[in-house]
Structure formats: structure tokens, C-alpha cells
């Protein structure tokens, strides 16, 4: 199997070399393609792809203007050759080797296309977890099926769900919407843990203060409503 992993890089140009050096390892083993998507930053990103453009396992796309963390990810994934897809983010704060292993369990299992694999972070602030299990209380209790951890990262799938999407959100709702997709087409959904560790550079564009998190409170809850009827 081809593995494909998207990472949509807003303003991120120092986590880039990391990313680059981390993905190495596993294109040395693997059947395995690495998009960054240059999603509309304003910092020295796409000069420090340049520095890469002869990279093997590496593909680049870019997006000049922001239209959000789900657009990034969705234009990558247009440009994935793999049978296995996935993305993860670009801040280091989940290290992108977690993906191998994602690879493992794709690569142990009978009938790929039947799981949809998730990271589960551990290793937050307190607050965090707990703004977290709240979420997912809320959700599961809305969608009536089990929702924990939702964004965490990586998210990996077969190319075969990928292609049952329909109007997949482009914001931050993305991993809300493939995360129960998965739910409704009945795929089996296998977690690993994955450390979730200080940012290394710049800061959080959502994660902020009490109102940015009571903005994307507001977002996710008006856009859960409108998942459970698209579904109903």
C-alpha cells in the first residue's frame, strides 16, 4: 500500500525542517508521500520549501490566500496518490512520526478499508483535557454515537471512504465531520496514544484565551446540529 499525509502549514516555517527530517524516517521504509500545503502564510514558508522542491517522498501545495484549516487539508488531499490517506498538523505539537503508527495497523490488518485510525492525545494542560471531554460528551450525546478525543491527530482512513464525502467543511469542523463519518459508514475505529507536547514555535491561531475557545464552542455546536440532520 501507498501512504499519503497532509499537513497544512499556516505561518509554520520553522516546524518545516523538523517535519522534513521526521517524514525521512518513514519514506525510508514505506511506500510513503508527504504533502505540506502552504495554506495562505504570511512568513517565510514558502521560501523554506524552495529549500526542499528536490525532495522525493515530498509534494508541495500552494494556497495564497487562507480559507481555513479544513481547505488546506482538503486541497492536499486532491493531490494524494495513496491508498491510505491521512493528515496531521504542521506545530510540532504531535510529533508527525506518530503516523507510522497508523501505518502498522494498516499494514497488520485484513480488510483495510473497514477502520478509520485516530490519535489519543495525553500529556495535556488540565484544562485542555477538560474542555475536551466536555466536547466529546456533548457530541456523542447530540450524535448519538461514541465521540472521544476529535481532534486529535493523525487521522487515517483508505482512499474508498475518502471518496463517499460530500461537501466536507473547510474549517476546523473537518475533523467533527470525518470523524463521524466514519461512525455512520460503520468503520472501526482504532486510537494510539500519542504525546501532545508544548507548541515549539509561534502560537495557537484558535487556542487563546477563554473567548477563543467560546468562539469555537459556538462554531462546532451550530455546525454539530447541521452534521446530525446532513445524516439524519
Known amino acids: ?118 490519535g489519543r492525545r495525553f500529556g495535556r494542560p488540565f484544562s485542555d483535557s477538560f474542555f475536551t471531554f466536555f466536547m466529546s460528551i456533548f457530541e456523542s450525546i447530540l450524535l448519538q454515537t461514541r465521540m472521544s478525543d476529535i481532534n486529535a491527530q493523525p487521522n487515517a482512513f483508505h482512499r474508498s471512504f475518502y471518496e463517499t464525502w460530500e461537501n466536507p467543511p473547510k474549517d476546523f469542523s473537518l475533523d467533527l465531520f470525518v470523524y463521524y463519518a466514519a461512525r455512520k459508514n460503520m468503520l472501526k475505529v482504532i486510537k494510539f496514544p500519542v504525546l501532545f507536547g508544548d507548541r515549539r514555535y509561534g502560537h495557537s491561531s484558535w487556542n487563546i484565551s477563554f473567548a477563543s475557545k467560546y468562539r469555537f464552542i459556538k462554531r462546532t455546536i451550530k455546525f454539530s446540529f447541521e452534521l446530525k440532520r446532513r445524516f439524519r
Open 1 to 118: 500500500m501507498k501512504y499519503s499525509l497532509v499537513i497544512p502549514c499556516y505561518n509554520e516555517a520553522n516546524s518545516i525542517p523538523t517535519i522534513l527530517d521526521r517524514c525521512q524516517d518513514i519514506a525510508r521504509d514505506y511506500d510513503f508521500e508527504l504533502i505540506i500545503v502552504n495554506n495562505g502564510s504570511q512568513d517565510e514558508t514558502q521560501k523554506v520549501l524552495s529549500n526542499y522542491l528536490e525532495t522525493k517522498f515530498l509534494k508541495i501545495v500552494n494556497i495564497k490566500v487562507n480559507k481555513g484549516y479544513g481547505n488546506g487539508i482538503l486541497e492536499g488531499l486532491k493531490e494524494a496518490t495513496g491508498n491510505i490517506l491521512s493528515w496531521t498538523h504542521a506545530d510540532l505539537q504531535t510529533d508527525p512520526y506518530d503516523f507510522i503508527n497508523a501505518i502498522k495497523t494498516f499494514e497488520e490488518i485484513e480488510n483495510p478499508e473497514k477502520i478509520f485510525v485516530k
